[in-house]
């Protein structure tokens, strides 16, 4: 019997040629990314998580003292604590007002005839002027003497109250300011809501269904993975934020997270650690820590979501 040859490559050296020529140009087009990434994302993670079980000032050698940094963290600084609860608090209402209002803006946008495009874009500003600039006007609207909303408290024969100078509503003032910059998710809504089929709604209202009908049973449930990506990165930036806090506790008191610790969310504790008491290798800890505290988060949430989000591809398979 006479054996087989082996199949021979149907590619012909041209083919072969074209291919090679086109995966370096691939890897050229990416090669700016990667570098980045390497450089500016993947290598300060890993040098971070290095330096978080170390003690470093950043002028002298950093000394190895292994898992120091992170007992101390969890049994010796009070700041941490308060920190932690502060950030809470803050995302527990500014995520919901936030996304709330955006919601209740896109809806009005996508039902408008007239004048979408110049709402759309006064509602996006907001969300890409400096943060300077937004802690600046924010604390004029809140300014206890001669801002418009104690000055339209005080109409109504209600004393207005300090605002960033009061312990007791502080961290308020910066919950209603984080509804400032909701532009973004206004967008994403009103996308959301344009993907929805026009005839739900018409077959809803011949039916007899309400308005309050049509927006529990139509809207909310084909708009739910839109208010879940929004809900995941409204969470994730909440105890991210940081700039807003700063400029406004430091303006007012001269001191971060005044006054009274009351405005002291998680970032400004781990930035005042790291650039002003130069305990870059504790600030390191504390980052990692607030990377587990999101990544637990992110995750529950992610497992929660088949229980109230509508993915219309997987209903019809």
Same mark, same amino acid.
């Given at each position: !019997?006479?054996?087989?040859?082996?199949?021979?490559? +149907?590619?012909?050296?041209?083919?072969?040629?074209?291919?090679?020529?086109?995966?370096?140009?691939?890897?050229?087009?990416?090669?700016?990314?990667?570098?980045?990434? *390497?450089?500016?994302?993947?290598?300060?993670?890993?040098?971070?998580?290095?330096? &978080?079980?170390?003690?470093?000032?950043? !002028?002298?050698?950093?000394? =190895?003292?292994?898992?120091?940094? %992170?007992?101390? @963290?969890?049994?010796?600084?009070?700041? $941490?604590?308060?920190?932690?609860?502060?950030?809470?608090?803050?995302? #527990?209402?500014?995520?919901?007002?936030?996304?709330?209002?955006?919601?209740?803006?896109?809806?009005?946008?996508?039902?408008?005839?007239?004048?979408?495009?110049?709402?759309?874009?006064?509602?996006? *500003?907001?969300?890409?002027?400096? &943060?300077?600039?937004?802690?600046? #006007? =924010?604390?004029?609207?809140?300014?206890?003497? $001669?801002?418009?909303?104690?000055?339209?408290?005080?109409?109504?024969?209600?004393?207005?109250?300090? =605002?960033? +100078?009061?312990?007791? %509503?502080?961290?308020?003032?910066?919950?209603? !300011?984080?509804? =400032?910059?909701?532009?973004?998710?206004?967008?994403?809504?009103?996308?959301?809501?344009?993907?929805?089929?026009?005839? *739900?709604?018409?077959?809803?209202?011949?039916?007899?269904?309400?308005?309050?009908?049509?927006?529990?049973?139509?809207?909310?449930?084909?708009?739910?993975? +839109?208010?879940? $990506?929004?809900?995941?990165?409204?969470? @994730?930036? &909440?105890?991210?934020?940081?700039? &807003?806090?700063?400029? @406004?506790?430091?303006?007012?008191?001269?001191?971060?997270?005044?006054?009274?610790?009351?405005?002291?969310?998680?970032?400004?504790?781990?930035?005042?650690?790291?650039?002003?008491?130069?305990?870059?290798?504790?600030?390191?800890?504390?980052?990692?820590?607030?990377? *587990?505290?999101?990544?637990?988060?992110?995750?529950?949430?992610?497992?929660?979501?088949?229980?109230?989000?509508?993915?219309?591809?997987?209903?019809?398979?």
């Amino acid at each position: !019997m006479t054996a087989l040859a082996p199949p021979r490559s +149907t590619a012909t050296p041209r083919r072969r040629s074209q291919a090679h020529h086109e995966a370096i140009l691939f890897y050229l087009c990416i090669a700016p990314w990667l570098i980045g990434f *390497l450089v500016f994302t993947a290598g300060p993670m890993i040098a971070s998580f290095v330096l &978080s079980f170390t003690q470093w000032d950043m !002028m002298t050698p950093a000394r =190895w003292i292994g898992l120091e940094n %992170y007992r101390t @963290i969890f049994a010796a600084d009070e700041y $941490f604590w308060q920190s932690l609860k502060v950030t809470a608090v803050y995302s #527990l209402f500014s995520v919901p007002l936030k996304l709330v209002t955006a919601l209740f803006l896109a809806i009005l946008l996508n039902e408008a005839s007239r004048g979408v495009g110049f709402f759309r874009t006064a509602f996006y *500003l907001p969300s890409i002027m400096a &943060s300077v600039a937004a802690a600046v #006007l =924010w604390s004029w609207i809140l300014n206890p003497k $001669f801002g418009p909303v104690n000055g339209a408290l005080g109409v109504l024969g209600i004393q207005g109250p300090g =605002w960033f +100078t009061d312990p007791r %509503y502080a961290l308020w003032g910066l919950i209603m !300011m984080s509804a =400032w910059g909701l532009g973004g998710e206004v967008l994403i809504f009103l996308a959301g809501l344009k993907s929805i089929p026009h005839h *739900l709604y018409e077959a809803a209202e011949l039916d007899g269904a309400g308005r309050r009908a049509r927006f529990l049973r139509i809207t909310l449930p084909m708009l739910s993975s +839109t208010i879940f $990506f929004n809900f995941v990165m409204a969470l @994730i930036g &909440s105890f991210q934020a940081f700039d &807003s806090a700063y400029i @406004i506790s430091t303006a007012h008191a001269g001191t971060i997270g005044s006054p009274m610790n009351s405005t002291l969310l998680y970032m400004l504790h781990l930035y005042r650690n790291g650039f002003s008491w130069w305990k870059m290798g504790y600030a390191s800890a504390l980052a990692w820590i607030l990377f *587990l505290i999101i990544l637990v988060l992110t995750l529950a949430v992610l497992r929660s979501s088949s229980l109230w989000v509508y993915y219309e591809g997987e209903r019809r398979a």
